[in-house]
Each structure stands twice: as structure tokens, then as C-alpha cells.
């Protein structure tokens, strides 16, 4: 697919630092806010905001299919509701502006200070107003070893795994933007076979290591989306950490699943990258045996490399790397997972909210999780301060980042991250 701001040789008048998630191949899209402004949309370029609302209002966004409120407001759920087509044009027209040699923008020194902005100086927020949330379980190293360990390890898979990209309703109120600090959950946990469950706070708290991807408006109610139109209806996604409750989600998921395990935070990072920016970095998917149902049946590399890592930072230290994964070691992908979704006839609309499941490679160094890393608590990582980790401990900070690497372009996420606090 040739998307033209996707172009390795293009180079900004915009200053790109060396190894930013952000050179302008990626241009992507969230919700700032600068002091003595309202919430607005904007991109990024380097360590400098575009302010799309001042763009519109001084007519560099003219023949495109947008509405000033489309702009002024506080999540891109508006600026989405124009598809795919729409927010290609945009994200092209933005590359144009921002190009070296094009003088349209820069030589108005003017416009310029009105529509860039250090990043510094801008608060981020919530990207989009999500209205359903999705969690799948697609990584098929994370699943086996959660199968291990909790139940047998020639048996580790259940018998639907390997037919189903396996999901479940989550919560969205309570998906937060990075650096939104978090207070340990309480609920049941029952440490003993033989005696009565007990009420208290969370004491083997876990991050899950996973990319979130957001839609467009799709079809209406009783309409499916196969995997050849599922790219149509990706918007972009971003880095996703989706906690978990280890202890309360053992004594609570049979029969229904997570439920207070669950619900209580995920973290998503700011900026949403579109699937066009991308598109450079697909891969082919592993061989899915046995073959899959017609209807997850898909064409060429919907798999995307994008390296992953999380670190672990305890108050007052510096940080400990603690996983190097990659979202290509999915086994299920995005369009499986939204074919999957709809095939029913429920109704996928803009900005809901899918997460792809812990993301685990086939070694260790690769596990998207502390249950796996330390194999249920049976082997604590060393930290730079001396002390160990089994699961997360007060005060830590917990630090996702990702990005993809092709032809000298990095197209990057930035972070997300969150301070777990104590339980109130």
C-alpha cells in the first residue's frame, strides 16, 4: 500500500531529535491541553505539538472533510467519525505542511507560533472517549504459560484456544491516560484451600504487557466485518497496560471471568498512531494449525513489528528493564479479532476500545507479565536498589514503550506509565 506520508525520504522543517518516537512518518493524533486553551485535537512532530484547531481556523486544512468542532473538542471520537479515508487525507495534508521545503506554513512566522507548541507545555489527555471495551487473550507463549502454571503443561491450551480469538467485555470508565497515578485494588482472595476467603488489599498486583487498537464507526447492528474489510475500520492503537489483581482474579473467575481483578485501571499512552503509519512494518503471522474457520481466514502480513519493553522504577531509584517483547509474536491479529467480534452482528462503533491480550515471546526476557517473569513468585527479579520484585509493590512506577523500526524510520508511542500508590 503506498500511503504517501508513510515516504522514508521525507524529512521535516519541524527539528526531529535522534531516535524520537516522532519523526514525521508518524503524525500521530491525541487530545492536549495548553495553558489558557480549551482541549483540542492535535499531532506531533519531534517535541513539538501541532495545534489542529488553529490549523483549521487558519484555512490549512481547506477541502477536507472537517468540521471546526471537529477539532475543539476534548477526544478524536468526531474527527473519526469521517473513516478511513478521512483521517488518511488529514494525516497526508499535515505530512505536506510540515515537509522541508514547503514554505506554505513556514515562512508565517506568525501562524507557526500560533500552531506549534513546545511539548512541555501542553497537558495530555484521554484520547478518546471510549464506549465498549474489549480484551482478548491472542498470544499464544502467554497463554500456554499461564497453562503451565495453573494447570498442566501437555494440556496447556484450552481446546478452543487455537479456534477462537478468545475475549471478554471489560470495563471502560476506568481506562486512564498514562502518568494518572493508582491506588491498589482490594477485594476476596482465599491464600487457603481449607479456609474461608478473605477481604483486603490486592497483594500480587501485575501489569499486563498489551497494544490496544480503536475503531471507526462500523457496521449497523446485525452486520458482520470480515478480515479483508477489517483494516477499513482500524483506526490506529496505542500501548496498553492492562492490570491485574492475580490473587482476587484466582478466587473469582470461574464461572464468569475477571471481574474485580479486572476493572479497576488500565493505562493507555496518549497518542494514537494510525494503522496507515503503520503499515510499513507488517509482517507475515505464524502458521495457524489447525486451519482456521473461513471466516478468520485473512490475506497478506496483518501482523505488525513493534518492539515492546516494560520497566519497573521503585520510588527514589532508577528503572529496571524487566521484558523485551513484540507485538508480531501475536497469534491471533486485529482483523481476526474484529471479525471476530462483529461476526455475530454486534455493532462495533467509533472509539471502542480492543486489546490484544498479554504480550509474550517464546523465551524468557519476552514474558509481557510478572506472573510469568517470576513464574508465579518463584523467581524475584533483582532491582537496581536491592530489592526484588515477585509482583508490584507500592510506589513503584510501571513504564511500556514500543515502536517499530524500518528503512532509518522509527514510528514510535511514546509511553505509558503509572505509580501504583497504596490502597485507600
Given at each position: 500500500?503506498?500511503?504517501?506520508a508513510?515516504?522514508?525520504?521525507?524529512?521535516?522543517?519541524?527539528?526531529?531529535?535522534?531516535?524520537?518516537?516522532?519523526?514525521?512518518?508518524?503524525?500521530?493524533?491525541?487530545?492536549?491541553?495548553?495553558?489558557?486553551?480549551?482541549?483540542?485535537?492535535?499531532?506531533?512532530?519531534?517535541?513539538?505539538?501541532?495545534?489542529?484547531?488553529?490549523?483549521?481556523?487558519?484555512?490549512?486544512?481547506?477541502?477536507?472533510?472537517?468540521?471546526?468542532?471537529?477539532?475543539?473538542?476534548?477526544?478524536?471520537?468526531?474527527?473519526?467519525?469521517?473513516?478511513?479515508?478521512?483521517?488518511?487525507?488529514?494525516?497526508?495534508?499535515i505530512?505536506?505542511?510540515?515537509?522541508?521545503?514547503?514554505?506554505?506554513?513556514?515562512?508565517?512566522?506568525?501562524?507557526?507560533?500560533?500552531v506549534?507548541?513546545?511539548?512541555g507545555?501542553?497537558?495530555?489527555?484521554?484520547?478518546?472517549?471510549?464506549?465498549?471495551?474489549?480484551?482478548?487473550?491472542?498470544?499464544?507463549?502467554?497463554?500456554?504459560?499461564?497453562?503451565c502454571?495453573?494447570?498442566?503443561?501437555?494440556?496447556?491450551?484450552?481446546?478452543?484456544?487455537?479456534?477462537?480469538?478468545?475475549?471478554?467485555?471489560?470495563?471502560?470508565?476506568?481506562?486512564?491516560?498514562?502518568?494518572?497515578?493508582m491506588h491498589?485494588?482490594?477485594?476476596?482472595?482465599?491464600?487457603?484451600?481449607?479456609?474461608?476467603?478473605?477481604?483486603?488489599?490486592?497483594?500480587?498486583?501485575?501489569?499486563?504487557?498489551?497494544?490496544?487498537?480503536?475503531?471507526?464507526?462500523?457496521?449497523?447492528?446485525?452486520?458482520?466485518?470480515?478480515?479483508?474489510?477489517?483494516?477499513d475500520?482500524?483506526?490506529?492503537?496505542?500501548?496498553?497496560?492492562?492490570?491485574?489483581?492475580?490473587?482476587?482474579?484466582?478466587w473469582?473467575?470461574?464461572?464468569?471471568?475477571?471481574?474485580?481483578?479486572?476493572?479497576?485501571?488500565s493505562?493507555?499512552?496518549?497518542?494514537?498512531?494510525?494503522?496507515?503509519?503503520?503499515?510499513?512494518?507488517?509482517?507475515?503471522?505464524?502458521?495457524?494449525?489447525?486451519?482456521?474457520?473461513?471466516?478468520?481466514?485473512?490475506?497478506?502480513?496483518?501482523?505488525?513489528?513493534?518492539?515492546?519493553?516494560?520497566?519497573?522504577?521503585?520510588?527514589?531509584?532508577?528503572?529496571?528493564v524487566?521484558c523485551?517483547?513484540?507485538?508480531?509474536?501475536?497469534?491471533?491479529?486485529?482483523?481476526?479479532?474484529?471479525?471476530?467480534?462483529?461476526?455475530?452482528?454486534?455493532?462495533?462503533?467509533?472509539?471502542?476500545?480492543?486489546?490484544?491480550?498479554?504480550?509474550?515471546?517464546?523465551?524468557?526476557?519476552?514474558?509481557?507479565?510478572?506472573?510469568?517473569?517470576?513464574?508465579?513468585?518463584?523467581?524475584?527479579?533483582?532491582?537496581?536498589?536491592?530489592?526484588?520484585?515477585?509482583?508490584?509493590?507500592?510506589?513503584?512506577?510501571?513504564?511500556?514503550?514500543?515502536?517499530?523500526?524500518?528503512?532509518?524510520?522509527?514510528?514510535g508511542?511514546?509511553?505509558?506509565?503509572?505509580?501504583?500508590?497504596?490502597?485507600k
Amino acid at each position: 500500500m503506498s500511503i504517501a506520508a508513510n515516504n522514508p525520504a521525507l524529512s521535516s522543517w519541524v527539528e526531529v531529535p535522534e531516535n524520537s518516537d516522532f519523526p514525521i512518518q508518524n503524525i500521530p493524533f491525541g487530545i492536549v491541553k495548553a495553558e489558557g486553551h480549551s482541549p483540542r485535537v492535535a499531532s506531533r512532530i519531534g517535541d513539538s505539538i501541532i495545534d489542529l484547531k488553529s490549523l483549521f481556523v487558519l484555512g490549512y486544512l481547506e477541502n477536507l472533510q472537517f468540521r471546526l468542532e471537529d477539532f475543539d473538542t476534548d477526544s478524536l471520537n468526531a474527527m473519526m467519525r469521517s473513516g478511513k479515508q478521512g483521517t488518511r487525507s488529514l494525516r497526508n495534508r499535515i505530512s505536506k505542511l510540515f515537509e522541508a521545503g514547503q514554505e506554505d506554513l513556514q515562512k508565517n512566522e506568525h501562524h507557526v507560533n500560533q500552531v506549534l507548541i513546545p511539548v512541555g507545555q501542553v497537558e495530555m489527555l484521554m484520547p478518546v472517549k471510549v464506549g465498549d471495551y474489549t480484551d482478548f487473550y491472542s498470544s499464544e507463549q502467554h497463554a500456554y504459560n499461564v497453562g503451565c502454571m495453573f494447570r498442566d503443561p501437555n494440556n496447556a491450551l484450552l481446546p478452543n484456544w487455537k479456534h477462537i480469538p478468545v475475549g471478554y467485555h471489560g470495563r471502560a470508565s476506568s481506562i486512564v491516560i498514562s502518568g494518572t497515578p493508582m491506588h491498589r485494588p482490594k477485594g476476596q482472595q482465599k491464600p487457603n484451600d481449607e479456609e474461608p476467603p478473605v477481604f483486603g488489599p490486592c497483594k500480587l498486583l501485575d501489569f499486563e504487557l498489551e497494544m490496544g487498537f480503536v475503531t471507526y464507526q462500523g457496521k449497523p447492528l446485525g452486520d458482520s466485518i470480515s478480515t479483508e474489510e477489517a483494516d477499513d475500520y482500524i483506526f490506529g492503537m496505542c500501548l496498553f497496560n492492562d492490570w491485574s489483581a492475580r490473587d482476587i482474579q484466582k478466587w473469582e473467575y470461574v464461572p464468569l471471568g475477571p471481574f474485580l481483578a479486572k476493572n479497576f485501571a488500565s493505562h493507555v499512552s496518549p497518542w494514537i498512531v494510525t494503522l496507515d503509519a503503520l503499515e510499513p512494518f507488517r509482517v507475515p503471522g505464524p502458521v495457524q494449525d489447525p486451519k482456521v474457520l473461513p471466516y478468520l481466514e485473512y490475506t497478506g502480513d496483518k501482523h505488525i513489528d513493534i518492539n515492546l519493553e516494560v520497566a519497573i522504577q521503585p520510588e527514589n531509584s532508577e528503572e529496571k528493564v524487566v521484558c523485551h517483547s513484540n507485538y508480531k509474536h501475536m497469534y491471533w491479529n486485529m482483523n481476526q479479532q474484529l471479525a471476530h467480534h462483529s461476526v455475530n452482528g454486534c455493532n462495533i462503533n467509533a472509539g471502542d476500545m480492543m486489546a490484544s491480550g498479554t504480550i509474550s515471546g517464546g523465551e524468557e526476557g519476552m514474558y509481557g507479565s510478572m506472573l510469568e517473569i517470576s513464574w508465579k513468585g518463584t523467581k524475584p527479579v533483582p532491582m537496581p536498589d536491592g530489592s526484588e520484585r515477585k509482583f508490584i509493590l507500592d510506589n513503584d512506577t510501571v513504564i511500556m514503550r514500543g515502536y517499530g523500526e524500518k528503512n532509518g524510520v522509527r514510528v514510535g508511542f511514546g509511553e505509558v506509565s503509572a505509580k501504583v500508590l497504596p490502597a485507600k
